[in-house]
């Protein structure tokens, strides 16, 4: 049984940081393209950032780009979203995805989901 668990979200002050982790079981990550979402509430999901299998193939949507950073630890079978330079739109529920080796800058074909975690960020 394949088994997502995001942890790390939490409330923090603009500007401020937090790093989520998404660990897998029943999957080996590293042979996956593996992605973050988010969803705000009244609002539709949102494809944040992702990573193919070989270093450096990495996407992000505009609105993270060069604030949030996708990397994964193979060892651990973890996925990483470090996310830096907080703002009050960042806030949302953070899903962590995996799908079999396919384009990493599209949001489709995820079939392996986390139950998501909580991000706040106030002004």
């Known amino acids: 049984q394949v088994q997502l668990v995001e942890s790390g979200g939490g409330s923090v002050q603009a500007g401020g940081s937090l790093r989520l982790s998404c660990a897998a079981s029943?999957?080996?990550?590293?042979?996956?393209?593996v992605g973050w979402f988010r969803q705000a509430p009244g609002k539709e999901r949102e494809f944040v950032t992702g990573?193919?299998?070989?270093?450096?193939?990495?996407y992000y949507a505009n609105s993270v780009k060069g604030r949030f950073t996708i990397s994964r630890d193979n060892a651990k079978n973890t996925v990483y979203l470090q996310m830096n330079s907080l703002k009050p739109e960042d806030t949302a529920v953070y899903y962590c995805?995996?799908?079999?080796?396919?384009?990493?800058?599209?949001?489709?074909?995820?079939?392996?989901w986390g139950q998501g975690t909580q991000v706040t960020v106030s002004s």
């Open positions: 995805a995996a799908k079999f080796p396919s384009d990493f800058t599209t949001p489709t074909g995820y079939t392996y």
């Open positions: 029943g999957v080996t990550l590293g042979r996956y393209t």
């Open positions: 990573a193919g299998w070989s270093v450096g193939a990495t």
